[in-house]
């Protein structure tokens, strides 16, 4: 009789074999076309989700199927490994992005941000000067500025925007720089202007190019951004976790299963 366990670990492995085609066949599509940075930091990591989905698959569907016991014996400690740095991901990201909050400001209908709200780790990753040139570059390249520009919005209706974090802190000064409002991304200082001790106002310029995206504020804004994603990819790695420990235990009686079976064969002597 078929056991039920490894029919069920065969099929699991089935589909993430064929789940695992689009996303390699996604990953060698992005290296042909990549032409900036931010394709190319996807295009690494993409390839090799593919790869490894590929061969645990592999490994999951043959080791099960045809009771090959020492490949199921690395697909479940592969398992076991993905399952200990799932949990500790999910853990760490709940505690780095903990601590951060847009500010409420008076008359506005958009937030601001402060850099120094987040958690020290997260600081020191947008610090980072090589880090932060190639966030830089796909902020501009997603022309995050130039579509909140489109609009030609009046002072009245810009300030009742509900901005997003990116866009309240790299598109436009600080509201306590007191500049003022020309477009939503262009902001004239006051006459006679030469510095402030908001190192923010002193970075902003009008150049497309430049705008807010030296500022703390923008470092901020990025780092929203981040922990809302973080937020959102925990708790998806919570349900996904609870998968992997079912597919774990399905895993190890399938594993159990090929034992007996390798200590009691029930086929001797060419009897079918």
Same mark, same amino acid.
């Given at each position: 009789?078929? $056991? *039920?366990?490894?029919?069920? @670990?065969?099929?699991?492995?089935i589909v993430t074999l064929l789940l695992s /085609?689009? /996303?390699?066949?996604?990953?060698?599509?992005?290296?042909h076309r990549a032409h900036t940075d931010c394709e190319k930091f996807l295009e690494r990591p993409v390839i090799a989700l593919g790869v490894f989905l590929l061969l645990v698959s592999l490994a999951g569907l043959v080791?099960?199927?045809c009771r090959v016991s020492?490949?199921?014996?690395?697909?479940?400690?592969?398992?076991?490994?993905?399952?200990?740095?799932?949990?500790?991901f999910t853990v760490f990201a709940f505690v780095v992005t903990n601590p951060g909050a847009g500010e409420v400001v008076s008359g506005r209908g958009y937030k601001e941000y402060r850099l120094g709200d987040y958690s020290h780790w997260l600081q020191k990753r947008v610090d980072n000067d090589g880090n932060w040139?190639?966030? $830089?570059?796909?902020l501009q390249e997603g022309k995050v500025c130039q579509r909140l520009e489109e609009r030609n919005q009046t002072l009245d209706e810009f300030i009742n925007n509900n901005l997003s974090p990116i866009q309240s802190g790299c598109c436009k000064p600080p509201t306590a720089c007191n500049f003022t409002?020309?477009?939503?991304? *262009?902001?004239d200082k006051p006459a006679g202007f030469t510095s402030s001790n908001n190192s923010d106002c002193n970075a902003w310029q009008n150049d497309p190019s430049i705008l807010c995206y030296d500022c703390k504020s923008c470092k901020a804004g990025v780092l929203a951004n981040v922990k809302n994603d973080w937020k959102k990819v925990a708790?998806?790695?919570?349900?996904?976790?609870?998968?992997? @420990? *079912?597919?774990?235990? *399905?895993?190890?009686?399938?594993? $159990?299963?090929? $034992?007996?079976?390798?200590?009691?064969?029930r086929w001797k002597g060419g009897y079918a």
């Open positions: 009789m078929v $056991r *039920v366990s490894n029919n069920l @670990v065969g099929l699991l492995n /085609i689009p /996303i390699l066949g996604a990953g060698i599509w992005l290296g080791g099960a199927c020492w490949l199921l014996w690395l697909y479940l400690l592969v398992m076991f490994l993905l399952i200990v740095l799932l949990f500790c040139l190639k966030i $830089r570059s796909c409002y020309q477009s939503e991304t *262009v902001w708790v998806v790695n919570i349900v996904f976790l609870i998968f992997l @420990v *079912v597919v774990y235990s *399905v895993g190890c009686c399938a594993f $159990r299963n090929n $034992r007996n079976d390798n200590a009691h064969p």
